[in-house]
Each structure stands twice: as structure tokens, then as C-alpha cells.
């Protein structure tokens, strides 16, 4: 039986992460792009900029409450561009509420407080952080799935409604 270098699965947990970070930003970038330009609050392409090691993990917080906000714009401006407004209330009460700010605000603090939690146990390693840690990322891995899918669903719903 053949045994790997653990540098070949660090390479490849880290061409993983690539991916599935660029498939997210991704979402968001096309979130925006579902947006009419003026209604929204950033522009799509700064959605990348959150790759940017420390300056990304403060920039997700702007993107997630502009995103929000950009989405809301939308749905009261296709709303107040209907003769009747929307053909179904459900989904304008839904999508004025912001739907993604508040997860996405979570997983944006859950991830940072586990990032500073986790470099604290650099420095101190015999804490007893080291018990909390894997709780808030895994909660926090949790708020950003959920927050991506209700990005995409939003995306849709704004689509649909452009159509």
C-alpha cells in the first residue's frame, strides 16, 4: 500500500477551497450582475477583492450588507415598476426583509472570531480555546451555506422578476 506525502493532501485541500471559494464569489458577483446598475450599492467585480488575505476576512462584511441592500433596491424598484406590483406578495414581504444580511452577517463574524481564536492558539497553544474553536467554524460553515443558498435563490427570484 502506497502512502502520500501529507504535502500532496495539504495541495489538494487547498486547490478544494480555491474552487469552492471561487464558485461562491461567483454566486455573489452574479447576484449583483442580477441587479439593474443602479440600484446597486457596489459593483460586482469588487466582490473579488475578498481574496485579499486579512483585508478579505474585514471586506466580507461590506459585501454581504451591500449585497442586501443592492437585492432590496431591486425588489421595491420592480415592485414600484409594476402596474399592480408584484404578482406575488409572498416574495417581495420575503426579499424586503433581506434575506441574506442577517446569515451572512453571522458567518462573517463566525469566521473572523474562529480566524482570531485559532491564531490565539498559536500563541498560547495550552488554552482552552482549542474546544471552541471547531464550534464556531463549524457553525459558521453552517450560516455560509445557508447564506449561499439563499444568495442564489434571491439571484433567481430577481431574474425571474427582471423577465
Partial sequence: MRTYDSGYLQIILLLVFVVIAVLFLLTQQNTLKAVKPE??????????????????QIWQFW???RIAGSIRKEIEFQEGDSILGSSDPRVVERLSKLPTQAVGIVYCISSTIGLGMNWFLTVTPDSSL??????????????????????????????RGAA
Avoid at 474553536?133 to 445557508?146: A, E, K, R, T, Y
Fill in 39 to 56: 440600484n446597486r450599492l457596489m459593483q460586482p467585480g469588487l466582490v473579488w477583492l475578498q481574496l485579499i488575505p486579512l483585508f478579505g
Fill in 130 to 159: 482549542s474546544l471552541i474553536i471547531p464550534v464556531i467554524f463549524l457553525g459558521g460553515i453552517v450560516c455560509w451555506i445557508i447564506y449561499w443558498v439563499r444568495l442564489a435563490k434571491s439571484r433567481k427570484i430577481l431574474v
Fill in 63 to 65: 459585501v454581504v450588507i
